[in-house]
């Protein structure tokens, strides 16, 4: 079974640059799982943020960046704003239209 | 413009069924998927399911299998997603999403509560 890690929380001060990953508990991140990050403010429905590794969803800033950083994808909020303190969830793509999402990272702008 | 819209709120009893809808609108809607995708109280998201609206094949999570369906009627643009035998906790938010590279369009939700 695959199991998606993110980190639980972090923080990062206003201005400032801040990596969230996404991990597998067994092996390593690649193109082939099409890592998808999305951020949810409470109440709301998901926003798709970066898709397909490092695509930015239409409208996205381009200071929401997506990478790999070792084994696990990663997304970079550069110059990081008030209203960025949300949830983050990244997805990746399985086998025959099966997707897995993360637990989420809460991200704290402080 | 392109949306995915959702019915309303449900209140049910433990037992029972749901059937949940979703009307896309703004694209063509055999050229994608539709997800659906959970969120209890206070949890995070849970991928629950993906339907092709082209073929109407489905692939479930192994933890509905055997109480989910999805299906599509593409006369209508409309989604649709029943979840039998309801417990407890399958009161949540449940949403659905447009699906090719990713969940990229995200209908607005709807709040089923499970509850005697």
């Known amino acids: 079974q695959t199991v998606v890690t993110q980190e639980p929380s972090i923080s990062v001060s206003p201005g400032g640059t801040v990596t969230l990953t996404c991990g597998l508990s067994?092996?390593?991140?690649?193109?082939?799982?099409?890592p998808s990050w999305y951020q949810q403010t409470p109440g709301q429905a998901p926003r798709t943020l970066i898709y397909?590794?490092?695509v930015r969803s239409s409208g996205v800033p381009d200071r929401f960046s997506g990478s790999f950083l070792g084994k696990k994808a990663a997304l970079t909020i550069t110059g990081a704003q008030e209203d960025d303190e949300s949830h983050y969830y990244c997805?990746?793509?399985?086998?025959?239209?099966?997707?897995?999402f993360g637990g989420g990272t809460k991200l704290t702008v402080l | 413009q392109v949306q995915l819209v959702q019915s309303g709120a449900e209140v049910k009893k433990p037992g029972a069924s749901v059937k949940v809808s979703c009307k896309a609108s703004?694209?063509?809607?055999?050229?994608?998927?539709i997800s659906w995708v959970r969120q209890a109280p206070g949890q995070g998201l849970e991928w629950m399911g993906w339907?092709?609206?082209?073929?109407?094949?489905?692939n479930y999570a192994q933890s509905f299998q055997g109480r989910v369906t999805m299906t599509t009627d593409t006369s209508t643009t409309t989604a649709y997603m029943e979840l039998r035998r309801l417990r407890s906790d399958d009161t949540a938010v449940y949403y659905c999403?447009?699906?090719?590279?990713?969940?990229?369009?995200w209908g607005q939700g709807t709040v089923v509560t499970v509850s005697s």
């Open positions: 999403a447009r699906v090719l590279d990713a969940l990229d369009i």
């Open positions: 997805v990746l793509y399985r086998d025959s239209g099966i997707w897995v």
């Open positions: 067994s092996g390593s991140v690649s193109t082939s799982y099409y």
């Open positions: 703004g694209y063509s809607f055999t050229n994608y998927g």
């Open positions: 339907i092709s609206a082209y073929k109407g094949d489905t």
């Open positions: 397909s590794t490092n």
